[in-house]
């Protein structure tokens, strides 16, 4: 069945670096790629997200870049500062109209 | 807008007992989800709604879990009998997509259950 694997699942940077994350997916037929961050407690909010029709979409510090042919997509967070700690999720939006979710990435900002 | 409502915010029931969860989605939502989200994991579409028809309980242990949406708005996940990896929280969601499809999705703040 369809699957969204995601990696590192945990990851530490200092404040003012850079912060990636890796995803990819099966289903040929997903179209649509939405990351949602979840801070501790909380529920998972949208915080980017990019069709398939485009390679990259950046907004402020945070962009997300698509490989189709490879099935690859990417979370690019800049400049990182400590209100960016919390659990990162990729999504995969399939073919079968169902969105499903990597097993997220923990990111730790250190001040 | 309101966003997705969900109750109760926490529950702690033993091993076999009942338990309900409600959701109420953004208004004007055709879409509904129940997920399931295990510490340390990403979420797990149980089933999901389009309207008050099911589109897609692949997922759902049938023989303990059940859903409904009736009126295709307020919907309700039960588990009965609860086993002890039922322990995780359950979120609900809701998108505006009128064609079966999920894109956009708005979480509620999810039902923390504990299964002791």
């Known amino acids: 069945g369809e699957n969204v694997e995601q990696h590192p699942s945990t990851l530490s940077v200092q404040e003012g670096d850079s912060a990636v994350i890796k995803c990819t997916y099966s289903d040929s037929a997903s179209n649509y790629f939405p990351w949602y961050k979840q801070e501790l407690g909380k529920r998972p909010q949208l915080i980017i997200d990019i069709r398939s029709n485009v390679g990259e979409k950046k907004d402020q510090r945070i962009a997300v870049t698509l490989n189709k042919t490879a099935k690859h997509f990417s979370l690019h967070i800049t400049e990182t500062q400590p209100e960016d700690s919390a659990v990162y999720f990729c999504?995969?939006?399939?073919?079968?109209?169902?969105?499903?979710f990597g097993a997220g990435t923990r990111l730790f900002v250190k001040a | 807008e309101a966003g997705v409502a969900q109750s109760p915010r926490y529950k702690i029931i033993e091993k076999r007992q009942s338990v309900a969860f409600w959701c109420n989605p953004i208004?004007?939502?055709?879409?509904l989800y129940w997920y399931q989200q295990i510490l340390g994991q990403g979420p797990k579409l149980l089933i999901q709604?389009?309207?008050?028809?099911?589109?897609?309980d692949s997922q759902l242990p049938k023989d303990r879990f059940s859903a409904e949406r009736l009126k295709g708005v307020d919907s309700t996940l039960k588990i009965q009998p609860a086993k002890l990896e039922d322990s995780a929280v359950y979120l609900c969601?809701?998108?505006?997509?009128?064609?079966?499809?999920?894109?956009?999705?708005?979480f509620g703040s999810g039902t923390q259950l504990s299964v002791l």
């Open positions: 208004s004007g939502h055709a879409t």
């Open positions: 999504a995969a939006y399939s073919g079968g109209f169902k969105t499903i």
């Open positions: 969601a809701s998108s505006s997509s009128r064609t079966g499809g999920s894109e956009k999705l708005f």
């Open positions: 709604f389009q309207n008050n028809g099911v589109v897609d």
